[in-house]
């Protein structure tokens, strides 16, 4: 469903993105990992069409995204970490706006803002301006927005970012869901707990390059560790040894 190809993205003398190749079924949920500066952002921005890549090729759903990038991003759901949100709407005129972009049947639209809202607890705020929500009621409304068109694919950054525990447990949930039903969800994540609880696949990026990929029993055979979770795998994988020792250290105590 998500195809890349020797993706690569240069700023000046600066490599954000150096010849990241991927593909991701449909149906997975791809955890997308790395430390800060690895080329996370970069690599997002450059799916969503927001970036042109140096050279490469991107493809959501067989359709290169620069060649035809309305026909790609229709197929597009997209949830950034920080909810930058039109604050003077209510939360029902949002999720009808979204929806109208997108040429979405009204009745259709507003039938399912009101089964989001309701998933999310949101219903007694439907008609109250955003400006008055919470963090984590933007954060939600935004997840909402990006998934009332039934999008193919789902990016997401850091999609905790803000929620409580039981927005957090709603959104995985439905995460789960949307896999079960053939939708493919490349996320982003410094959540190393809830990568390796989520997801099918991960992929490790680090200086721009793809060190490994695979399940969390693939990458701990890549890394040589028996034992442990994806904490210690992906800093052993990314060369963190100082931080790695002093974990074991610890443990030892």
């Known amino acids: ?8 993205k240069q700023y000046q003398s600066v490599v954000a993105v150096d010849g990241l190749s991927l593909e991701v079924p449909k149906g997975q949920l791809f955890g997308f990992l790395g430390p800060n500066g690895a080329g996370k952002t970069t690599t997002i921005k450059l799916l969503m069409g927001l970036l042109k890549p140096t050279s490469g090729s991107i493809s959501i759903g067989g359709v290169d995204i620069h060649e035809d990038p309305v026909g790609a991003k229709v197929m597009i759901g997209y949830i950034p970490d920080r909810p930058y949100i039109y604050e003077k709407l209510t939360g029902m005129e949002y999720l009808e706006f979204i ?3 997108y040429s979405m049947d009204k009745s259709l639209a507003r039938s399912r803002a009101v089964k989001f809202l309701e998933f999310f607890d949101l219903k007694d705020f439907a008609d109250e301006l955003i400006e008055g929500y919470s963090h984590g009621m933007k954060q939600k409304l935004i997840i909402s927005g990006a998934l009332i068109h039934t999008p193919k694919v789902v990016i997401v950054d850091e999609p905790m970012v803000g929620l409580d525990p039981r927005g957090a447990r709603q959104v995985k949930e439905l ?8 939708t493919t969800i490349f996320m982003s994540t410094h959540s190393l707990g809830i990568a390796e609880a989520m997801c099918h696949q991960v992929g490790i990026i680090q ?46 105590t």
């Open 207 to 252: 200086k721009g390059r793809i060190i490994a990929v695979g399940s969390v029993d693939e990458l701990r055979q890549q890394a040589e560790h028996d034992h442990g979770g994806l904490e210690e795998i992906f800093l052993k994988l990314t060369g963190d040894n100082e931080m790695q020792s002093l974990i074991d250290s610890l443990k030892a």
């Open 175 to 182: 995460f789960r869901d949307l896999c079960r039903e053939g």
């Open 1 to 8: 469903m998500i195809q890349i190809k020797n993706l690569v």
């Open 99 to 101: 929806a109208d972009l």
